[in-house]
């Protein structure tokens, strides 16, 4: 319910802000082949290229499987309205659309007659309205937008309907990629107790080992998986339920069916345990006290708080009235519900080639009916739109910060660091409302080479096999009940003053409520002292769940591994990074899938675990108020005493490297990679996809470098004055740009359909920054973008952490400010040529998409 609310209200917020950009685009010429409705419409009676753009950017969305199955489901269960067609468009129907009907669409959604307006803070209310009146309404006469979205009539029996999608060439086992889900049509989303009582509900039959539909689609091993839609979904006038399997076998799809049937009479028959109830309860305690840095999300949270007491208080109340009062929900909103969608979905070989021959067809239907002068016409348009879109767009009318408004000091963040049990510990006191934020640094420098690959498998199931005396079931059970969530992570960080220096390890990191600390690190002391590995169904079903998780990522954050990959032969830390979160983690999790028997990774996890659950090398971090900082420190002097029997010294194991002590204090221990050599590579990983992920990074200097501000300021400069243009715009791609970050210069594009002209485009986006060609106001509008993220609100709970993890202190953030402040046209000048110019830079390129000629044929390239 608190999702649905949140998204009702962003909505709305939206629509407001919608309405602003409209009034400040009517102060620009142009926009990605917009034309304003005071100007002729017969100008641009086909927009092509605004259509092209999102065409590609909906094709690019497409290429998710998961995303494929998600818009079948939502669109077949809801088939008589609104929810029926594809909001952001239907690839195919795209072309369809005219300038006419567009501006006909436009003019009555994105209107103030459809629009909610919200304001907070403490400046006086008739100000506000005043400027919306004056700047907004008065503009405008009232309309009626009739968009009001009728409920769905509900069907007298159930449906099914099969879709095909594209086949998963990282899929775990190719042989079974099939989807099947069933999902029910629920009550209306205003009743806000009954979407509570849902949302609660769906948590308690999917939700961790425990729950009845884990234990029987999950556990026997059917799929890898539950399906991409899964559970509540309070996002749409009424809500919807699903649960159903990916990465199963074709013949399976009926005995799914029988076991989600079966499974809801057994929830019928027994309901749920009451202390599984008390740890969701006890879940919502803790999401109702945790604070965000979303200052209008906290703002909400608190009337949304006092609706969710309500509703605890109200749920206790009928629990106590009717023992079976969860059944009798599961009775009438799943078991007797006859407005229920099965949906399964399977891979076709030839899905790709039937959807480019379908465009083909499209294109071709379309220019056969052109005429010459139509021709022309659309010749002369395009020529138009290209000059207009190389114009500098006059933003002198939009409402802007001056950099000098800018602070030019930051506020400190006091900590203290102290010894507990000989491990550092960084304490930082915050007003926390009542929770205690724990975290440890475990250091991976005594980890034997061989064992590297397996990190991340690890610190995926450490928490979720078993530890002490309880078995996995019972320890989740106590993780819900007595934290506010237990994880474990790794870690790669760049150091800040050299290259091939960083620090690798794995993150610990856990809430609770205050009165829960004991239990909390009882949890995390079982784990160390007594971690269960044995289970070799158990964690079968891990892996399946993770490498599944890893390959269904490649598709919607494909740049994200392009920038892992490119980075990964430029610095020490870039290689690890691709071990831990690049493609070679998931091929290497897709291989471990395919396994028969899993004997030989039970027998690295102890090896593992000895050399990173160990005090040595190890430090750690509490943020909590300051009355409960005491208190913690004593639970944490106990853990460590309980764990100190694991304290063994090791010494590093590779002969390539040297142990750097940086601060002896925090125990912040780098390691330089000794024969490290940085090379050039590109890499091209073909994969089924309709669009490509591209970027090249090149390696530049670190954190601490008087340069890297220069730097910072040019990515974000170049990024909006010219590869949005080069690469969106021109290009068709969803998104591109530049960023600098752990000392590597890194250009990037995301869905894009054309990945050879990208890398032109980047090399002219050197050439550009060379040139000089931009002005003191492009140079403080991407001072102020850096600034927005460096002055970004920082939550409680994550004050100080910055400078735990990564050394970096609050002198020397000063010190980078005052650098950014300090960042000129000469400098930006001088950076460009002397780390991104030709024959200066070392770099990596990696593409993630479709097969291309080009790149085949061109023996720079090395293929995956």
């Known amino acids: 319910m608190l999702n649905r609310s949140l998204s009702t209200f962003m909505n709305a917020f939206t629509a407001i802000l919608t309405i602003i950009h409209v009034e400040m685009l009517k102060c620009s010429k142009k926009q990605e082949g917009w034309r304003l409705e005071n100007e002729n419409p017969t100008d641009l009676n086909s927009p092509l290229v605004f259509k092209g753009v999102v065409f590609n950017e909906m094709k690019g969305a497409f290429s998710d499987n998961e995303r494929v199955y998600a818009q079948h489901l939502q669109n077949k269960l809801y088939p008589d309205h609104t929810y029926s067609v594809v909001s952001g468009g239907e690839p195919l129907a795209i072309p369809e659309l005219t300038w006419e009907q567009l501006r006909q669409f436009h003019t009555t959604h994105y209107h103030p007659s459809n629009a909610r307006f919200f304001t907070y803070g403490d400046l006086p209310l008739e100000q506000h309205l005043e400027q919306i009146e004056e700047e907004a309404l008065s503009k405008f006469e009232r309309i009626n937008p009739n968009t009001e979205v009728p409920s769905q009539p509900h069907w007298s029996s159930p449906r099914e309907d099969h879709v095909t999608c594209s086949p998963d060439a990282m899929a775990p086992d190719p042989a079974r990629q099939d989807t099947l889900c069933v999902s029910y049509l629920l009550g209306d989303i205003t009743d806000t107790f009954e979407g509570f009582t849902l949302s609660l509900l769906s948590s308690l039959m999917i939700s961790g080992p425990n729950s009845p539909f884990y234990k029987a689609l999950i556990e026997p091993k059917i799929g890898t998986d539950f399906s991409s839609v899964v559970g509540y979904d309070g996002s749409t006038k009424e809500a919807s339920f699903s649960i159903g399997l990916q990465g199963m076998a074709e013949e399976d799809r009926g005995r799914v069916k029988q076991i989600i049937s079966r499974t809801l009479d057994d929830i019928i028959e027994e309901g749920f345990e009451e202390e599984r109830i008390e740890a969701l309860l006890h879940k919502i305690e803790i999401q ?76 071709q239907k379309k220019i056969g009916a ?3 002068a139509d021709r022309k016409e659309i010749y002369e348009k395009g020529l138009e739109l290209l000059v207009a879109q190389s114009e500098n767009q006059d933003a002198s009318c939009l409402p802007a910060l001056k950099v000098s408004d800018i602070e030019p000091t930051m506020p400190i963040t006091p900590v203290q660091i102290s010894t507990v049990g000989g491990v550092p510990v960084q304490c930082c006191e915050q007003p ?91 949890l995390w002391s079982d784990i160390f002292n007594s971690s269960h590995f044995d289970d070799k169904e158990r964690l079968r079903v891990l892996v399946m769940m993770s ?108 002969t390539n490297i040297i142990e750097v002590r940086l601060n002896w204090t925090n125990n912040q221990c780098r390691i330089c990679e000794l024969n490290f050599q ?187």
């Open 288 to 363: 109702m006290k945790h604070q965000s840095t979303n200052f209008v999300f906290t703002l909400f949270l608190t009337f949304v708080s006092l609706l969710l007491t309500n509703s605890v208080a109200e749920f206790r109340r009928a629990l106590e009235e009717n023992p079976r009062f969860l059944q009798d929900k599961v009775q009438h909103y799943f078991k007797e519900n006859t407005h229920r969608l099965t949906l399964s979905m399977s891979p076709d070989k030839a899905y790709l080639e039937k959807q480019a021959k379908a465009e083909e067809e499209k294109l």
């Open 370 to 372: 052109l005429s010459d």
């Open 432 to 522: 926390t409302n009542g929770l205690v934020y724990f975290r440890a640094m475990c250091s991976l420098n005594t980890l034997p080479e061989d064992l590297r690959l397996y990190i991340p498998l690890f610190c995926s199931i450490i928490t979720k096999m078993g530890c002490g005396a309880l078995d996995y079931r019972q320890q989740a059970q106590q993780m819900d009940l007595r934290t506010g969530g237990m994880s474990v992570s790794p870690l790669v960080t760049a150091d800040s003053t050299q290259l091939d220096m960083y620090e690798q390890g794995v993150l610990l990191y856990s809430s609770c409520l205050d009165r829960n600390l004991p239990h909390m690190f009882q």
């Open 547 to 654: 490498a599944q998780e890893l390959a269904n990522g490649i598709s919607d954050s494909g740049h994200m591994y392009a920038m892992t990959r490119a980075a990964r032969h430029l610095t020490p830390a870039g290689d690890l990074n691709e071990t831990f979160g690049g493609m070679e983690q998931v091929k290497f999790m897709k291989k471990m899938a395919e396994m028969s028997d899993l004997d030989k990774v039970i027998r690295m996890l102890p090896r593992i675990k000895k050399h990173i659950l160990n005090p040595d090398n190890m430090r750690c971090a509490i943020n909590t108020t300051p009355q409960k900082m005491s208190n913690t420190s004593a639970h944490l002097e106990t853990f460590m005493k309980d764990v100190a029997g694991t304290r063994k010294t090791r010494k590093p194991v590779r």
């Open 678 to 864: 940085p090379c050039q590579m590109k890499t091209f990983f073909q994969l089924p996809f309709p669009v490509n992920f591209v970027s090249e990074s090149i390696r530049a200097v670190p954190f601490s470098h008087e340069d890297y501000a220069s730097l910072g300021i040019l990515a974000r400069m170049m990024t909006a004055k010219f590869l949005h243009g080069e690469i969106r715009e021109k290009g068709g791609a969803y998104g591109g740009g530049a960023r600098m970050a752990g000392g590597l210069f890194t250009f990037y594009s995301y869905r894009d359909p054309n990945a050879v002209q990208t890398l032109s485009a980047f090399r002219r986006g050197v050439d550009w920054a060379k040139s000089g060609r931009f002005t003191l106001q492009d140079i403080d509008e991407a001072k102020l973008s850096v600034f927005s993220a460096v002055d970004s609100p920082v939550a409680p709970a994550s004050k100080g952490i910055g400078r735990f993890l990564s050394g970096v202190t609050d002198e020397m953030l000063q010190e980078h400010r005052e650098r950014l402040f300090a960042v000129t046209h000469k400098s930006l000048l001088d950076v460009a040529e002397r780390y991104l110019g030709a024959g200066h830079r070392t770099c990596g390129v990696a593409i993630l998409g479709p097969e291309n000629e080009t790149i085949k044929n061109d023996p720079s390239w090395i293929v995956k």
